[in-house]
């Protein structure tokens, strides 16, 4: 079964850190691009970053750029989120998206995680 | 960065009945466009990119026309699983945003 499935959300205070990770399988991880789209509560899609398949090529929406990092490790499946310097108006469920594509971009996202929620609150 | 808008922001419709939503971008994305469904509580759902391709496994209800900045989605025939919230998405720069979103909901 084709899954990605994300982790490391939770509640944080503004001007702190965390770390998103997202597992892939059922597909073979390194022939396509992957990407972060966010939705905050009760709100549209916002798309967040983009990586191509062999990390030659990222994107960062303006309003992350400078303060999150995108990375992933074809060894282990993996794609991953470092949040820097977190704001309260990044408070939102944060999905994991798989490209159709193996470059990046154009994009277009066949396989979606549940997401996992990032609260920035003190 | 292109803006996307989407017409109208929400609709009110039955079964059977045929719908066509509009999605705008700000300048040309020539055929640089994706459709997505939206259920509550669940992920985003690929219905159409490149303006005009169905995705593999959706219904042939569902259409997508357009290129340059006019763009519509148009579902045939309107079925109970389709009340959902639809968005498009650039994909001809970064950011690769989405659309603000069309509510459909049963008349």
């Known amino acids: 079964e084709v899954q990605l499935v994300e982790s490391g959300g939770g509640l944080v205070q503004p001007g702190r850190s965390l770390r998103l990770s997202c597992a892939a399988s059922?597909?073979?991880?390194?022939?396509?691009?992957m990407h972060w789209v966010r939705q905050a509560p009760g709100k549209g899609l916002e798309w967040v970053s983009g990586i191509s398949w062999n990390s030659g090529s990222i994107g960062y929406a303006d309003s992350v750029k400078g303060r999150f990092t995108i990375s992933r490790d074809n060894a282990k499946n993996s794609l991953y989120l470092q949040m820097n310097s977190l704001r309260a108006e990044d408070t939102a469920l944060y999905y994991c998206?798989?490209?159709?594509?193996?470059?990046?971009?154009?994009?277009?996202?066949?396989?979606w995680g549940q997401g996992t929620m990032v609260t920035v609150s003190s | 960065d292109i803006q996307m808008t989407q017409s109208p922001s929400s609709l009110s419709a039955s079964v059977g009945d045929r719908v066509t939503i509009t999605c705008r971008a700000s300048q040309s994305i020539s055929s640089y466009l994706n459709w997505y469904q939206q259920k509550p509580g669940k992920a985003p759902k690929l219905l159409i990119y490149?303006?005009?391709s169905l995705q593999s496994g959706v219904p042939s209800r569902f259409s997508g026309s357009g290129s340059g900045t006019d763009f519509t989605l148009t579902i045939s025939s309107l079925q109970p699983e389709d009340f959902a919230t639809y968005y498009c998405q650039q994909s001809y720069s970064t950011p690769e945003g989405f659309g603000p979103g069309t509510k459909v909901d049963i008349k």
């Open positions: 490149a303006a005009s």
């Open positions: 998206a798989k490209s159709i594509w193996g470059s990046y971009p154009p994009v277009a996202f066949d396989i």
């Open positions: 059922g597909f073979t991880f390194d022939d396509y691009a």
